[in-house]
Each structure stands twice: as C-alpha cells, then as structure tokens.
C-alpha cells in the first residue's frame, strides 16, 4: 500500500472550515439588517422573504438590478480596508432601483477570494450590511468562493443583486416629465465606485503617487480619499416622494452625469445642467491636472461632484431642497428640462464650473 497522501480540497487551495468561520463572524452583522418580512437566518440554500406583505399594494412590482464595485477592490486591498466597499455595492445596487420609485427590500451578495481568510470575508459583509441599514433593505443572504489558482491569496471581488418594489402606478420615468420642472442635484461623497480604472492609472501609475500620501486640497491621504465610501440615498429618494411630487430620479454612475441624466429624459425635451452652481471635489481636479485629462473625458467617466438627480415640478422645489437639508443631504437646483432643439440630445452640461 502506498504511503502517499491523497489529493483534498485543502490541499487543491479550498479551505471550507474557513469558510465556515467567515460565516460564524459575519452572522451578527447580517442580523442587524433584518426586515420583519424576513424568515430563518443565513446559512441555509437561499434566503426567504415573506411576499404577503406586498398584499398592501394594489398592483406591485418587483425592481431588481445587480452591480459590483469595479477596480476600487484593489485600493482596498492594497490598504487592507475591507468594510467601506461594502457601502459601495449597497449604493450601486439600491441606488439604481430606488431611480423608478422603489422600496429597497432584500440584497445578497456574492464575495470571490484567492483564499479565504475569514476576518477579511467577516469585514467585507460588515460593511455591506452597514450599507443595507442605510439603504433600508435586509442582507437575506450570499456565498463565498474561494478560486485558489486563478485569484492570488489576498486577491478578491464583491458583487450583488438587490430587490425593491413600487406601486404600478407610481412607477417614476421619462413619461412623468415636463418642460419647465427643476433639476436637483444631490452632492456625492467623493468618485463613489466608477472611473477607478482611469483613476487608478492616472494616479498610481502615470502620476507615481502613494496611497499614502497627504496631498494639497483633500485634507487627508490619496488612500482615504480613494476609499470613501459612495453614498447611499435610497431613503433620501423615499423621504422626497413622502414629502412631494418627484418625477424621475437619475443615478450618476458610469458613464457621468450627462449620460446617465439623458437614460430618463424624453424625445421632445432636453435638460440643462449648469455646471456653475456648484465646484467639483479636489479629487476631480487631481485627475484631471495629473493625467491632463480633458473636461469632457472627465465627465463621460466621473460624475463630478453630483451621485444622484432628481427632477420636479418647479413648484415642488422648495419642498424637495428643504426635505433634503433636513436628511443633511446638499443639493441644489442644478438645472432645468426645456423643449428640445433639433441639435440637442437628451442632456448637456453648460458653462464652467464654480471655483
């Protein structure tokens, strides 16, 4: 008989009581994000959520939407900060399905590792529950895989699917707005989780610099200005559709402020956005004088300063502003929707910007 051990999952790179381990740590985490309508706790095949609560609704349905947080992982590995990303994909998932009017109700989430090492996997929930509180859904569930041999040991990814729901008829979109309703912009805590792949390289490689550095204008280092987290305004969203009429909400994400806007602007109408109602972060202009990055390249990539846009009647605006000071949310009035030229497209940002 041959002495020779035998091949195991340990020995191939897959190490389940690790696994076992990161889940004992991130249960408490996910218990602080239940909803009443959630049923048993993690660790089963799937999570259950109790569907009779919509019975309140004359005709509901269902938003969901799925994103994950790009290249900014590899500024939190690099850092070994493994909690703030997880308000990144609570914000990129809730954030697009409260844009039609939804309720925030479930999440899971979906964490890929080189190796798992169950304090790193336990943080990364924490942080993606942190953001279900804040966003108002319950974390209903996930799975961790570990892909020794194709990720490095310290390598990873998050990713997530969200769930909402909205009353047929208070579904939000294009077919809701007029010419002459008011554009408000609501303030972004920073980049939020896009353009990392410029940003990454205009700064780290082009620019040289360390994410350790302390630079002019952020008040803090490159590192913790790269880690902010994105903000979530999901039950800002909510509070102005309590407080008043909302017509359409725009998530600023890839592909900047203009396009996205464009995605919920009608044929016929067109939105103006002055750039001169507010100025830009120092991180925006720090990407843009390192890498010589022009305007427009900038704003097809980052947002500029504005995470999120909503469009009211212009009566409805002083309501709306004030409803958002008071959730210590900056906005303002950012623009406004005009009938559209035959030479416009569905959004353009005009002037220079403030500062």
């Not at 051990?5 to 985490?29: F, P």
């Amino acid at each position: 008989m041959s002495d020779t051990t035998g091949a195991s999952y340990v020995a191939a790179g897959v190490d389940i009581e690790a696994g076992d381990r990161a889940v004992e740590l991130m249960k408490e985490w996910v218990k602080k994000t239940r909803r009443p309508e959630v049923l048993g706790g993690i660790g089963g095949f799937a999570g259950l959520f109790d569907a009779s609560a919509l019975k309140n609704y004359e005709r509901p349905l269902l938003a969901s939407a799925t994103d994950g947080v790009g290249t900014k992982v590899d500024i939190a590995r690099q850092l070994g900060v493994y909690d703030s990303i997880g308000h990144d994909l609570v914000a990129m998932v809730m954030d697009d399905i409260v844009v039609c009017g939804a309720e925030p109700l479930f999440m899971t989430d979906y964490i890929c590792v080189g190796k798992v090492h169950p304090e790193r996997v336990a943080a990364i929930v924490k942080g993606i529950a942190e953001g279900c509180v804040l966003a108002g859904c319950a974390l209903v569930g996930g799975e961790t895989a570990e892909h020794p041999g194709l990720l490095g040991e310290d390598d990873f990814d998050v990713a997530g699917a969200g769930t909402g729901v909205v009353e047929a008829d208070r579904v939000l979109g294009a077919d809701r707005i007029r010419s002459g309703d008011a554009v408000i912009a609501m303030a972004s805590s920073g980049l939020h989780s896009n353009g990392y792949s410029l940003v990454r390289h205009v700064l780290l490689n082009q620019g040289g610099l360390a994410l350790d550095a302390h630079l002019d204008g952020l008040g803090r280092t490159l590192g913790e200005e790269l880690l902010e987290p994105t903000k979530i305004y999901s039950l800002d969203c909510l509070a102005l559709l309590r407080t008043t009429e909302v017509h359409a909400f725009s998530h600023v994400t890839g592909g900047g402020l203009a396009a996205n806007l464009a995605r919920v602007i009608p044929d016929g109408l067109h939105a103006v956005v002055d750039r001169s109602t507010w100025a830009p972060g120092a991180i925006f202009d720090l990407v843009g004088r390192t890498g010589r990055v022009e305007r427009l390249e900038l704003e097809k990539t980052l947002n500029m300063g504005v995470g999120m846009i909503a469009i009211v009647p212009e009566e409805s605006t002083d309501v709306a502003l004030a409803t958002l000071a008071d959730r210590g949310v900056d906005a303002w009035v950012a623009g406004e929707i005009t009938d559209r030229a035959h030479h416009e497209t569905g959004a353009a940002l005009v002037g220079d910007y403030a500062g």
